[in-house]
């Protein structure tokens, strides 16, 4: 049977008229992102950064979320650390290691004075040390500040399914 027979191209037509016919109903769709989005529309009150990759994370957060000085507005406040470690244990000696930089971030919502959120989430980045002083110093420090900002990726998910309201599906 071809694709050009008459009766296997009736069928794919009310099929895709059928699935066009019930997509139609869906009307409350909401984007996430944009100068229109659910997330610009929280408006949040966010803590002061204490250490650089508070500093990463918080812009980040920022410029999805927006930021209010309206004390009824929930408060977010995150601490950020950073670690280091190998990735793989060798017996071997290699120039170069492999490593992984983890920033773990303590988030706390408080809203109306009630604690509603206090998690603990990561975010990671892979880099190389190949033991030259200022290069690994300097691949430690971009590889710390990318994961800050996975970090924030993960922390912005965090936040949206703690302060947005849940549709019921139709």
Known sequence: MSWSSSPLRAALAAVSLAAAASLAGCSGLTPVY???GAAQALKLSFDQPTNPLEQVVYQDLQR???????????????????????????????PAATELATATGNLKIKHDGQLIANVSRQGTAT????????ADYTAINAA??????????????T????????????
Do not use: W
Request: glycine share 4%; proline share 6%; hydrophobic share 35%.
């Open 34 to 36: 944009g100068t229109n």
């Open 64 to 94: 999805d979320f927006g930021t209010t000085d309206d004390p009824t507005a929930p408060q977010v406040s995150i601490r950020v650390s950073a670690a280091t470690r190998a990735l793989a244990q060798s017996t071997t000696t290699d």
């Open 127 to 134: 880099f190389t040390q190949d033991y030259q002083g200022i």
């Open 144 to 157: 710390e500040e990318q994961a800050a900002h996975a970090l924030a990726e993960t922390l912005e998910l």
């Open 159 to 170: 936040i949206m399914s703690t302060l947005l309201p849940s549709t019921p599906t139709q």
